[in-house]
């Protein structure tokens, strides 16, 4: 099973194809994904054991050059992590929600293993970049104190970095919005 995520974000979508060969040819490591993100940004996602990501995340750095953006590496990453990036999340119920924001999708990555390391919480959606203008969301569920902690969490990871936009929390979300966070 896989124990690392790594990621690496550039502003070129040619260069981030070519980087996404270049990776995985290096190391043993598998694609979660390998995406043109908005706006005209490309990311790629790999996981496997720690050293593997280590050393396909330091060679895409390399081979990126003056397109690399922004990169991470998250040794033990939550599991729910992976589900909630390629969207095959399927929570048994919805309880309170917290959402998330911010402007940097390499930062929600790590945002989003933090908050569902905080407590008994349960990703709904990880959106990375996509139709939101580079920026990033991450959607959770679980009871009102859990999601709470987890927004809290969230907001210390991100504070390094200056890069939270919002959050909210819903404690009681309305069956009829259910749905559309599904």
Known sequence: MAKAIG???????????????AMVKVADV??????PTCPGKYIVIVHGDVAAVETSVRHGESTA????????????????????????????EISAVGIMESFSMA??????????KAAELYAIELRLGNGMGGKALFVFTGDVAAVEAGV???????TDQCLMVNSEIIPSPSSILIPSLL
């Open 152 to 158: 809290e969490a969230g907001k210390k990871a991100a």
């Open 7 to 21: 990621m690496l974000e550039v502003n070129s979508m040619a260069r981030g194809i070519y980087i996404a060969d």
């Open 107 to 116: 930062s929600m990555v790590i945002m989003a293993d933090v908050v569902l």
């Open 65 to 92: 050059k003056e397109y690399y953006v922004d990169s991470i590496i998250i040794p033990n990453v939550h599991p729910e992590v992976f589900p909630a990036i390629t969207g095959t999340t399927a929570p048994a």
């Open 30 to 35: 598998d694609i979660v994904t390998s995406s």
